[in-house]
């Protein structure tokens, strides 16, 4: 297992823009996080599935943000209409009940 | 809010020495910690975790205490190395909100280490 994969590594995107990010977690895990972080801060937590149910988002997951996990398996991560305080690191995660969190590299974002 | 925090920014230690990140909370009942490792352009690393039945546990070189009394964290780090120049954060989670499962992990603000040769 290679660990949880996030792609693209980097997006540059023009404001008003939509833009998609994959998550693909260790294949056993069957929670699967979304987090952003900004220079200098820690992440922050988005939104949660258990399996492809979304039981969490937060408040900072605004209408212009979705995420799915149809299957179980890999997520997305869309944000449409991109503002540019939307660039940010976004993080993937993923767990289960014998191991703990296992973060990606994250996808970072730029909107100019 | 509820928060995690730290009381460092940044710190500096010499090659071989001890160094010491430490961390407040202000959550009464978090009862889990974590302390992550980020390098630049990485996802946080998992280094050492702990629940709050403990107030010690040892890993490779590293050592976490947690004391509830005054809500502090810290991360002991044995005989420095530069490879361990990154930023680390401490994350807690109160496992009886989450109905036994870990997530929605709430980090603090982040200590720069940095290691000098």
């Known amino acids: 297992d290679t660990g949880v994969s996030q792609d693209p590594r980097h997006k540059i995107t023009k404001r008003g823009q939509n833009v998609t990010f994959r998550c693909d977690p260790i294949s056993e895990h069957n929670r699967l996080y979304w987090y952003r972080q900004t220079l200098g801060q820690g992440p922050e937590f988005l939104t949660y599935?258990?399996?492809?149910?979304?039981?969490?988002k937060s408040r900072l997951l605004s209408d212009r943000f979705s995420a799915e996990r149809p299957k179980g398996s890999f997520s997305t991560l869309e944000i449409q209409r991109t503002e540019q305080g939307d660039s940010a690191m976004y993080l993937c995660?993923?767990?289960?009940?014998?191991?703990?969190?296992?973060f990606g590299s994250g996808t970072r974002l730029t909107v100019v | 809010g509820e928060s995690v925090g730290l009381h460092l920014p940044t710190l500096s230690v010499q090659e071989g020495d001890n160094s010491i990140i430490n961390c407040a909370y202000s959550?009464?009942?978090?009862?889990?910690f974590i302390w992550y490792k980020q390098e630049s352009g990485k996802g946080p690393q998992f280094i050492i975790d702990?629940?709050?039945?403990?107030d010690k546990r040892q890993g490779q070189r590293v050592t976490v205490l947690l004391n509830k009394t005054v809500k502090h964290l810290s991360l002991q780090i044995a005989a420095t190395q530069p490879g361990d120049s990154a930023v680390y954060f401490c994350?807690?989670?109160?496992?009886?909100?989450?109905?036994?499962?870990?997530?929605?992990?709430?980090f603090g603000k982040g200590t720069l280490l940095t290691v000098n040769p």
């Open positions: 995660a993923s767990s289960s009940d014998n191991h703990g969190y296992t």
């Open positions: 994350a807690e989670n109160d496992l009886n909100r989450s109905g036994g499962s870990n997530y929605k992990l709430t």
């Open positions: 702990i629940r709050s039945n403990m």
């Open positions: 959550n009464s009942a978090s009862d889990y």
């Open positions: 599935f258990q399996n492809e149910a979304q039981l969490e």
